[in-house]
């Protein structure tokens, strides 16, 4: 089987991850990139002059973004170190940390004739792709995740969340598609790690990405819970 935990779904499979020393980057990579943590509700930054004819002095605020009320920067003279506005944009302010992150999206796509996008801005068709973000389980501070609440990730209890022992580290790690985010195409954007999943491994993530987002169940993951709650009684 693979060193994996028996109540894992992973030691169901032979093989989870596999060694990937290509430069290619491919569905089900494992990736080094910055992904953002978003607020509830989003922070809107606040961005002025402090002198209406000086550029050199801005002043700055966070605050709630509320739907109801619109952009406060709607109004504001235009800042030289930010980017101009219109009516309806405005900044937000998340965090972003390099995480491990699954590639989910398929790399190979039709392409666009130039033709079609003569007259338009780069980034209108400028090519992204989603990914997933690992998160450590280890505990330090309010970072990390609850022993209990790991193990019933890592039976399958909840489709937004899935556990995993990442390969480069050897630690145990939660796939978070709640959090499923566009990555940049750039080189610069991403660093390919030398593992990817296996085929099988990828079965079983499009059959939990079902399960994510519309609630279809498979095959293989009503068949684990059952096997978990079957050694549990």
Same mark, same amino acid.
């Given at each position: 089987?693979? /060193?994996?935990?028996?109540?894992?779904?992973?030691?169901?499979?032979?093989?989870?991850?596999? =060694?990937?020393d290509t430069k290619d980057l491919l569905r089900g990579s494992l990736v080094l990139a910055h992904i953002q943590f978003f607020y +509830?509700?989003?922070?809107?930054?606040?961005?002025?002059?402090?002198?209406? /004819?000086?550029?050199?002095? !801005?002043?700055?605020?966070?605050?709630?973004?509320?739907? +109801? #009320?619109?952009?406060?920067?709607? +109004?504001?003279?235009?800042?030289?170190?930010?980017?101009?506005?219109?009516?309806?944009?405005?900044?937000?302010?998340?965090?972003?940390?390099?995480?491990?992150?699954?590639?989910?999206?398929?790399?190979?796509?039709?392409?666009?004739?130039?033709?079609?996008?003569?007259?338009?801005?780069?980034?209108?068709?400028?090519?992204?792709?989603?990914?997933?973000?690992?998160?450590?389980?280890?505990?330090?501070? #309010?970072?990390? %995740? +609850?022993?209990?609440?790991? =193990?019933?990730?890592?039976?399958?209890?909840?489709?937004?969340?899935?556990?995993? #022992?990442?390969?480069?580290?050897?630690?145990?790690?939660?796939?978070?598609?709640? *959090? !499923?985010?566009?990555?940049?195409? *750039? %080189?610069?954007?991403?660093?390919?790690?030398?593992?990817?999943?296996?085929?099988?491994?990828?079965?079983?993530?499009?059959?939990?990405?079902?399960?994510? !987002?519309?609630?279809?169940?498979? =095959?293989?993951?009503?068949?684990?819970?059952?096997?978990?709650?079957?050694?549990?009684?």
């Amino acid at each position: 089987m693979n /060193n994996y935990p028996e109540d894992s779904l992973q030691y169901l499979t032979n093989s989870w991850w596999e =060694e990937d020393d290509t430069k290619d980057l491919l569905r089900g990579s494992l990736v080094l990139a910055h992904i953002q943590f978003f607020y +509830n509700p989003p922070l809107e930054l606040i961005a002025g002059r402090v002198y209406p /004819n000086d550029h050199s002095n !801005i002043s700055m605020k966070a605050q709630p973004l509320s739907l +109801n #009320r619109g952009t406060a920067n709607s +109004n504001s003279l235009p800042i030289a170190a930010l980017p101009r506005l219109d009516g309806a944009e405005c900044h937000i302010i998340n965090r972003a940390k390099r995480r491990p992150c699954l590639v989910i999206g398929e790399i190979k796509r039709p392409s666009i004739s130039r033709h079609l996008t003569l007259g338009m801005a780069k980034h209108s068709t400028a090519p992204f792709i989603p990914i997933a973000p690992y998160f450590g389980v280890d505990q330090t501070g #309010r970072a990390g %995740y +609850n022993n209990n609440f790991v =193990e019933k990730t890592k039976h399958a209890c909840y489709p937004q969340f899935m556990w995993d #022992r990442l390969p480069h580290t050897g630690k145990e790690s939660i796939l978070r598609f709640d *959090h !499923i985010q566009p990555l940049g195409m *750039h %080189y610069m954007s991403y660093k390919k790690l030398k593992y990817k999943l296996s085929n099988d491994a990828m079965d079983i993530i499009d059959e939990w990405l079902l399960k994510f !987002i519309n609630g279809t169940d498979g =095959e293989f993951l009503p068949t684990f819970r059952k096997l978990i709650e079957s050694h549990q009684n």
